[in-house]
């Protein structure tokens, strides 16, 4: 209801006017001002009922809404009063129709005043109705009204119940010869027959006017079927996209069928329910024996875990998708009566000038590529064991830096996440895919062997063959492209991009010529590797020892705890420890790199790299406090290029407390001199305050020999390279 208060009042003007005048000495005169004449109100409030007319059935409510409004202010109401038994309430609008055994009308005014005593009112009529009775059932429908279900087995019927009121009662349902219905989850439930016998579900349900309707569910219960074991049997297989050679992009005209080898297999029912499980062959094949009859599915995941004697664990997963594991599946089908062949085959999704379909074969070729790099080791160490690990590959994982969980990647490369290793491969179509480039995913592992089964010190960032690097990074990359010429047997490195993937670029490595040639060089230390493993003899290269004492070499105590940084150095002065190695076939090939110096820590090394403060490989930094000169420059490029870090070392006499300074002592006016120390590949030691020209630390260590590197922030950080010289000095405190 609305209240209104309305107040119109005349204008109204006063004036007062005095009167002034001079009549001869006498005195003046004035009048006082005037009252206004009171307003008299004479209006009525006003009151209106819409609608003005009802028509309720006997004992229910209607609505009509009253508005009361007046020029000043009701004072007095409003209020309604009804004949005939009928009600109205001011506060809710809401007319109460009396019970009535015939058709009568109800007169509602409503009164309401105001403050001079004016009243108004208005009429609401409302004809209250004797209600027709309710001859109408509810109405019950199955659909479908028949089916056909199985001994012990179940169907699916919807039931619906109307009524043209309201159902109060059911619906319920009964069955017959041992059938059931659940009106909750509508699904029959068949009895255990013999013969084919019909059950008949009625539903029931019935309105407050007692009113009762039916519905006729027929269902036919069959006997089960005699089962019988079979064998439903498979090839699993994958697309395998190969590389054009001539423009080392991606050829779709020449896809090949490969098997999906040993990959778990499982079998399905409806619900999801993993019946059996199995591993597929080396060519693809699985077997289960089933019982005839079910409804079932095949499905393959993209991983290997094998137990001993060499244990695998590695799984190819969608890092954009909370790491789901990859899978390959068939459709539901019943198993027949007898044997059963179900191939799968993962597509390569691709419609003739792109990518059209599902892209279901990319985690199946990682899988194969990494499981035939596995089985290389294998052949050469059959007890190795390869700690779990995961391949990270999605169709949006592109080449820029970000989060990685939306496919922001920044390039295919090789992390530990949470202490899990990791592969990162890009997926991203028509700028760089990575799925099929063969030699990039084996690099990426030779990262994961390093880490996971040897060691690496490498810092990594940008790199290429031409760059001079810092040595660790060279020899890291430097192994990761000689690996996947190994296994491959195929030394040259092809990496396809572009639109349709069809450009590209490749790398020889058994190439002997670099633009950048020594130890800091990639190139370089591929050329090495790959002529220790292969069994060409070209230029320099007379070795031919295989991938046994290179595995060796990396697996070398002497190589994983080396006081030095892993580098070339470090690497052949472990390969001189296995057997078989002629000293004379090595030294041809690193003088054919103008790499001479020996031991892990390069000692007598001459070729500077173009660096005249590039040597020696390692400052020997004594314990006296005699300061010994280092440099950080950017002649080559920043973070992890040649000459941007410079190596000491020391050896430590006794456990306990040194101070290591590191003072400007030539080159650019202001700079940020950091230092990290190493012992054994373990970080023990880091002086990176930020201060100003000199960084001064005091850090515990125990015995034995350390190394560092040493740098000027500016030249790692990239944004400000410089050129500066340091006095490094150590002491006992």
């Given at each position: 209801m609305t209240y209104l208060n309305q107040i119109s009042l005349p204008a109204l003007s006063i004036a007062s006017v005095l009167l002034l005048s001079a009549c001869g000495g006498g005195g003046g005169g004035s009048s006082a001002p005037t009252s206004p004449t009171p307003v008299v109100d004479r209006i009525a409030p006003a009151l209106a009922f819409s609608p003005t007319r009802l028509t309720v059935e006997s004992e229910t409510t209607g609505n009509s809404t009253l508005t009361a409004t007046d020029n000043v202010r009701i004072t007095v109401g409003p209020t309604v009063n009804c004949t005939n038994g009928g009600s109205f309430n001011v506060a809710t609008n809401i007319f109460t129709a009396a019970a009535v055994s015939a058709d009568t009308e109800s007169v509602c005014t409503a009164t309401a005043s105001d403050a001079a005593g004016n009243q108004g009112s208005a009429t609401l009529t409302v004809t209250m109705t004797v209600p027709v009775p309710d001859t109408e059932a509810p109405v019950l429908e199955f659909s479908p009204a028949t089916l056909t279900v199985k001994s012990g087995q179940t169907g699916t019927s919807t039931l619906t119940a109307t009524d043209n009121r309201a159902i109060t009662a059911g619906p319920s349902v009964s069955c017959t010869n041992g059938g059931s219905f659940n009106v909750t989850t509508n699904v029959f439930t068949a009895a255990a027959v013999t013969e084919n016998t019909e059950s008949v579900c009625i539903a029931t349900a019935s309105d407050e006017a007692g009113n009762e309707g039916t519905g006729t569910l027929t269902v036919t219960m069959t006997p089960a079927p005699v089962t019988m074991d079979v064998t439903v049997s498979g090839k699993l297989t994958y697309d395998r996209v190969p590389f054009n050679t001539a423009t080392n992009g991606l050829d779709?005209?020449?896809?090949?069928?490969?098997?999906?080898?040993?990959?778990?297999?499982?079998?399905?029912?409806?619900?999801?329910?993993?019946?059996?499980?199995?591993?597929?062959?080396?060519?693809?094949?699985?077997?289960?024996?089933?019982e005839s009859g079910q409804t079932v599915r095949v499905r393959v995941r993209s991983e290997i875990q094998k137990d001993g004697p060499?244990?695998?664990?590695?799984?190819?997963?969608?890092?954009?998708?909370?790491?789901?594991?990859?899978?390959?599946?068939?459709?539901?089908?019943?198993?027949?009566?007898?044997?059963?062949r179900r191939n799968l085959n993962a597509a390569s999704g691709w419609g003739g000038a792109s990518y059209t379909r599902t892209r279901a074969a990319a985690p199946f070729a990682l899988l194969d590529t990494i499981y035939s790099t596995l089985e290389e080791f294998i052949e050469v160490d059959p007890d190795v064991d390869f700690p779990a690990f995961n391949v990270l590959w999605s169709t949006r994982n592109r080449s820029e830096g970000g989060n990685v969980a939306d496919g922001q990647i920044g390039t295919s490369s090789f992390t530990v996440s949470n202490g899990i290793p990791v592969i990162r491969i890009l997926g991203d179509a028509n700028n760089d895919t990575?799925?099929?480039?063969?030699?990039?995913?084996?690099?990426?592992?030779?990262?994961?062997?390093?880490?996971?089964?040897?060691?690496?010190?490498?810092?990594?960032?940008?790199?290429?063959?031409?760059?001079?690097?810092?040595?660790?990074?060279?020899?890291?990359?430097?192994?990761?492209?000689?690996?996947?010429?190994?296994?491959?047997?195929?030394?040259?490195?092809?990496?396809?991009?572009?639109?349709?993937?069809?450009?590209?670029?490749?790398?020889?490595?058994?190439?002997?010529?670099?633009?950048?040639?020594?130890?800091?060089?990639?190139?370089?230390?591929?050329?090495?590797?790959?002529?220790?493993?292969?069994?060409?003899?070209?230029?320099?290269?007379?070795?031919?020892?295989?991938?046994?004492?290179?595995?060796?070499?990396?697996?070398?105590?002497?190589?994983?705890?080396?006081?030095?940084?892993?580098?070339?150095?470090?690497?052949?002065?472990?390969?001189?420890?296995?057997?078989?190695?002629?000293?004379?076939?090595?030294?041809?090939l690193t003088d054919a790199q103008d790499i001479n110096g020996t031991g892990g820590f390069g000692i007598g090394e001459t070729n500077t790299g173009g660096l005249t403060d590039a040597l020696p490989v390692y400052v020997l930094l004594p314990t006296n406090n005699r300061a010994v000169e280092v440099c950080s420059v950017d002649n080559f490029g920043t973070f992890n290029k040649h000459g941007n870090r410079r190596y000491l070392a020391f050896n430590i006499p006794r456990a306990g407390t040194y101070r290591f300074t590191m003072t400007r002592s030539v080159g650019a006016i202001t700079s940020d001199p950091d230092f990290q120390i190493f012992k054994n590949g373990v970080r023990v030691g880091v002086g990176e305050s930020g201060t100003r020209n000199t960084e001064e630390q005091d850090i515990v260590l125990s015995t034995g020999q350390h190394v560092m590197e040493a740098y000027a922030f500016e030249n790692v950080d990239g944004t400000s390279p410089i050129e500066v010289c340091y006095n490094m000095t150590l002491e006992a405190r």
């Open positions: 779709y005209t020449s896809i090949t069928r490969m098997p999906i080898r040993q990959a778990p297999v499982e079998l399905l029912n409806a619900a999801g329910t993993v019946l059996d499980s199995t591993v597929s062959d080396d060519a693809g094949n699985y077997s289960f024996t089933v060499n244990e695998i664990d590695f799984k190819v997963v969608d890092n954009t998708s909370s790491d789901a594991l990859y899978a390959l599946q068939s459709g539901l089908s019943e198993v027949p009566a007898n044997n059963q990575d799925e099929y480039d063969v030699h990039v995913v084996v690099h990426e592992f030779g990262h994961y062997f390093e880490n996971s089964l040897s060691r690496s010190d490498s810092i990594g960032g940008p790199h290429s063959s031409r760059d001079r690097l810092d040595s660790r990074v060279a020899f890291g990359e430097g192994w990761g492209n000689a690996l996947s010429g190994m296994i491959l047997d195929d030394p040259f490195y092809r990496d396809s991009f572009g639109s349709s993937q069809a450009s590209g670029f490749s790398i020889n490595v058994e190439n002997n010529t670099h633009v950048s040639t020594g130890w800091y060089s990639e190139g370089s230390v591929q050329s090495i590797l790959y002529d220790l493993f292969d069994d060409t003899n070209d230029g320099a290269d007379t070795a031919s020892y295989g991938l046994g004492p290179i595995y060796g070499a990396f697996t070398d105590p002497d190589y994983k705890d080396t006081a030095a940084f892993t580098s070339i150095f470090a690497f052949l002065e472990a390969l001189g420890n296995q057997s078989g190695i002629t000293a004379s076939e090595i030294t041809a």
